[in-house]
């Protein structure tokens, strides 16, 4: 194993996870969004809203991610979405992990105990404001720990913007491969980097969710 | 509006869970300040009939009314909404497994409502705070969470909940049947202390001791119909129906 060529690039691949890493917060956020829209739509009272909420988890679950990037980004422009590599991966990604958080915080959500919300109606709270102040203080508690596995899962999917040529982690590991002709070497730097970065999201999800639990 | 003879009417109510018909015609009359108890075998119906006063288990027929107003009114869904919301501000509610919200304390569990819908501050917030948990006994534990209380003292704070809202009926759906019998005691006597201070009460209950030494009268249902109405001392002591005769002797059985 040459150490002296993975300490000489190492710096290079630093700044690579810096893109890896400003792609996993603008994707976790987007998914987030897209992750609360489709709860919420899966748990309306109207059923076109619910119907267009499970197609929207059945779509994006039902189909390999790498596919719905490639749609997005080479398709696009012939239907006239025209995005650049980093747009594509950060909208692409997003709305998958949205598909994949819809049914975290859904499940987070209808988990409460009924009695909870019959309580808060029968004080005379709206749907709303039982949902606002009762339900969802409770059910956010529960979202932190599976969010966590989510976002456990986005990071990783990061990787494969690589193949629509954004200049991330996996990139950047295979541009090196092409002029050191050191595969091993440098796709394991790449693999050590993304656990560094899998390992601190997990603690801070750990610590999160202890901080928020009753007592 | 102050009718005393016909506070809270019940009427014709029916109610079917598919081809379940779990209330059959039921009617029923409380006046202003008289106290209720529904018993009966457990399916009998007595709950449904219970939630559907407040609308929680919404009746498939019959009308509800409290102090002159309809409850269930037929209205468009937002209008229902507004409509019901006020409506249960005045009809306070006790559950079995007393749903006090977990992630607040007692005094945040008596308070929230109120300052949310009745705008209250801060201070006379924490005034009702202090004066509803003083009643049943709670004042002590004013900043316990609920898992840091007893079944009876989740209870008592679940109470004082209901009360916050100055309600003009309360509604106890068996309210001491989730409790460790040594418990129960706390609960009936604040329950007592409502009655003596003639608060308008309809009770679902197990305790047949309690009922009579409460109640000025009590319902016995069977199947979905009120088998037998009546005095506590004539529907326990002498009650005149084979079905109300049968429930209570296996009842006693039971409670020995």
């Given at each position: 194993m040459d150490f002296d060529l993975m300490l000489r690039v190492y710096p290079f691949f630093i700044e690579a996870a810096g893109i890896t890493i400003l792609l996993s917060v603008l994707t976790a956020f987007l998914g987030l969004a897209c992750g609360a829209l489709g709860a919420a739509a899966r748990l309306s009272r109207f059923a076109v809203a619910r119907f267009v909420g499970a197609a929207y988890v059945s779509v994006f679950r039902g189909t390999p991610a790498l596919i719905q990037l490639f749609i997005l980004y080479f398709g696009g422009p012939q239907i006239g979405i025209q995005l650049d590599a980093f747009q594509a991966g950060v909208i692409g990604l997003g709305i998958n992990a949205g598909a994949y958080m819809t049914e975290t915080i859904r499940g987070a959500i209808i988990s409460i105990d009924k009695g909870q919300k019959e309580a808060a109606r029968t004080l005379g709270l709206s749907r709303w404001q039982a949902m606002h102040k009762i339900i969802l203080p409770q059910a956010a508690r529960l979202m932190v720990r599976p969010l966590g596995v989510n976002l456990n899962m986005l990071i990783k999917a990061t990787a494969l913007v690589a193949a629509i040529s954004v200049v991330e982690l996996t990139y950047t590991a295979q541009r090196y491969i092409g002029s050191t002709y050191k595969p091993f070497e440098m796709f394991l730097l790449a693999g050590i980097l993304y656990m560094i970065i899998i390992y601190v999201t997990g603690r801070a999800v750990a610590w999160l969710d202890r901080r928020v639990q009753i007592n | 509006m102050t009718d005393h003879s016909n506070f809270v009417q019940v009427r014709h109510a029916q109610k079917s869970f598919g081809t379940l018909e779990?209330?059959?015609?039921i009617s029923l009359t409380v006046e202003r300040g008289q106290i209720v108890a529904i018993i009966g075998p457990s399916g009998s119906g007595k709950s449904t009939l219970l939630r559907a006063i407040n609308d929680l288990d919404p009746l498939t027929r019959g009308e509800v009314w409290l102090d002159g107003v309809q409850v269930n009114k037929s209205l468009p869904f937002r209008q229902y909404e507004k409509h019901i919301n006020e409506m249960r501000q005045k009809i306070g509610m006790v559950f079995q497994h007393f749903n006090l919200f977990p992630h607040m304390t007692a005094r945040e569990n008596v308070t929230m409502a109120p300052k949310m819908l009745k705008g209250l501050s801060n201070q006379q917030a924490d005034a009702l705070a202090n004066e509803q948990l003083d009643k049943v006994g709670m004042l002590e534990r004013i900043?316990?969470?609920?898992?840091?209380?007893?079944g009876g003292q989740k209870q008592r704070v679940a109470i004082a909940r209901a009360l916050a809202m100055e309600p003009k009926l309360m509604l106890f759906d068996e309210a001491t049947s989730a409790l460790d019998p040594e418990l129960v005691d706390e609960v009936n006597q604040v329950m007592k202390k409502l009655a003596e201070e003639h608060m308008t009460m309809i009770i679902v209950t197990h305790e047949m001791d309690f009922a009579a030494s409460v109640c000025d009268r009590v319902l016995f249902m069977d199947q979905g119909v009120v088998v037998e109405e009546g005095p506590p001392e004539v529907v326990f002591k002498n009650p005149e129906k084979d079905r109300t005769r049968a429930f209570l002797r296996k009842h006693l059985e039971g409670a020995k």
């Open positions: - | 779990v209330l059959k015609d900043d316990y969470y609920p898992s840091q209380l007893s």
